[in-house]
């Protein structure tokens, strides 16, 4: 029989444009994948922006972020006993906007907070539009990297999130620096490990065009040596999506010397064998 996952701590719902599938279909895929919880955590409403320039296809809006964390209630109720549904919710580092980013959380109940840099002074580093950017040539993609390690470090010492996602994403589309993160990679590993933060081990990657999970072999071997905690994630888009790939997630992190991941619940990570 396949092996029982504690969690899968990442995954995101209708509600933000560009994932499909009802709450209920997520959970149950949660179940035959034999899940012992899942955590939804849908993108949260983009906070920095006016409300007229927030794009529907990237994130939920704002009067709908009250009706998720109900919906996700409600759900957590009709599972008991079958499947543990925690609430999540995916926010992102915008520097400068670190208070009303704490406000908009301190809201609500959530389980976790999962914190990611995808903002690059004003534009997606994961979004196909950013090619342009990213095709200019090594120095540009090592520019970009080191601008990414910048916030990634601001976003660590913020004190907003409890779990750091897709660690290295400026990779996805497979633009790599001359350097890991642009030779800035010690100061990482140092400066999550004395964040606190947990960072998810990612199966999302495998499905990108760069086809590897965050982090990369290295970069998970050195923050394991530091003392950094993980989750599992899978950052699901669609319900076929849900616990893709943790055999040999797991199976790799055990290999980095990771033995356990944590299941966050009321933002606090209890410990759980891997
Ligand atoms: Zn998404
Ligand atoms: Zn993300």
Redesign the pocket.
């Known amino acids: 029989m396949a092996q029982r996952f504690p969690c899968d701590t ?1 995954i995101h719902t209708a509600r933000c444009g560009h994932a499909g599938g009802l709450d209920e279909e997520f959970v149950e895929a949660g179940m035959e994948r034999g899940l012992a919880a899942i955590t939804l955590s849908d ?1 949260a409403p983009f906070y920095w922006l006016p409300p007229e320039e927030r794009d529907p296809a990237l994130a939920m809006a704002a009067d709908e972020l009250p009706r998720y964390v109900d919906d996700v209630l409600a759900l957590a109720e009709r599972y008991r006993g079958r499947i543990e549904v925690l609430l999540g919710v ?1 926010a992102d580092y915008a520097e400068g906007h670190e208070e009303e980013l704490a406000r908009l959380l301190e809201a609500y109940p959530f389980d976790v907070v ?1 914190g ?1 840099v ?1 903002l690059i002074d004003g534009w997606l580093v ?1 979004a196909p539009t950013s090619l342009a950017r990213l095709n200019q040539g090594q120095a540009e993609v090592d520019r970009i990297w080191a601008r990414y390690a910048d916030l990634l470090i601001s976003a660590a010492g913020s004190g907003l999130f409890d779990v750091l ?2 660690l290295d ?1 400026p990779k996805k589309f497979g633009h790599r620096a001359s350097l890991p993160f642009a030779g800035r990679q010690s100061e990482i590993v140092a400066a999550v490990a004395r964040s606190s933060c947990a960072v998810e081990l990612s199966s ?1 990657g495998r499905r990108k065009p760069v086809g590897e999970d965050y982090p990369a072999p290295d970069l998970l071997r050195e923050l394991a040596s530091a003392g950094v905690r993980f989750v599992l994630s899978s ?1 699901a888009h669609a319900p076929a999506e849900v616990g893709l790939g943790f055999d040999e997630l797991a199976a790799n992190a055990r290999a980095a010397g990771v033995e356990e991941v944590l299941v966050f619940r009321r933002r606090r990570g209890t410990s759980v064998r891997l």
């Open positions: 990442h993108h995916e999962l990611s995808h994961d996602t897709h994403l999302g950052d």
